[in-house]
């Protein structure tokens, strides 16, 4: 079954097949496009890290305790979503049920990047999303520019957290 973007999509027994369907085409187009222009990529590139980054946050709505984590280039489509704020925050209440949390390392921190990266991959599989290896490298170690992340970003470990109004 494949969830719609008017739908909720929190039953990990939910098979997504494109996770670009978990938005409207519009807006994959828009995300796509600055994905593009932030990171002076082609069109293709950019929507492979997209449906990476929405099924990354997919796997984010089915395990909200587990503080996944993306690769550096899937976070480039996370990151490209937050700019989105309202669109941003109508998924994840839509698809979550709760507002998906972006929460980077601050320097100095330890993180276990290549860890939570293969965490995240498992959970991504275990909910039979599809998982395109190309951007999801073993591990993710953070180069010395690296300053708040990339392989630091991960969801908020705290389940049932939920900043929107009711």
């Known amino acids: ?6 739908t909720t999509a929190t039953d990990p027994g939910t098979t997504i097949t494109a996770p670009r369907e978990l938005i409207s085409a519009p807006m994959f187009a828009r995300l796509t496009r600055r994905v593009m222009a932030d990171h002076g990529m082609d069109q293709t590139a950019a ?8 099924a990354f946050l997919q796997a984010c709505a089915f395990n909200p305790a587990a503080g996944l984590a993306p690769s550096p280039e899937v976070d480039k489509g996370w990151h490209a979503f937050i700019l989105h704020t309202a669109d941003y925050a109508e998924f994840c209440q839509r698809v979550a049920g709760r507002f998906i949390h972006h929460l980077p390392t601050e320097p100095g921190d330890q993180h276990t990047g290549g860890a939570a990266i293969h965490a995240t991959v498992t959970a991504m599989r275990a909910a039979r999303l599809p998982v395109d290896t190309a951007l999801w490298p073993a591990s993710a170690d953070c ?4 300053h708040q992340c ?11 957290v939920n900043l929107l109004p009711r």
């Open 1 to 6: 079954m494949t969830t719609a973007p008017g």
């Open 47 to 54: 929507e492979q890290i997209m449906d990476q980054a929405l």
């Open 143 to 146: 180069d010395s520019k690296c």
């Open 150 to 160: 990339h392989s630091g970003c991960h969801d908020s470990p705290k389940a049932g």
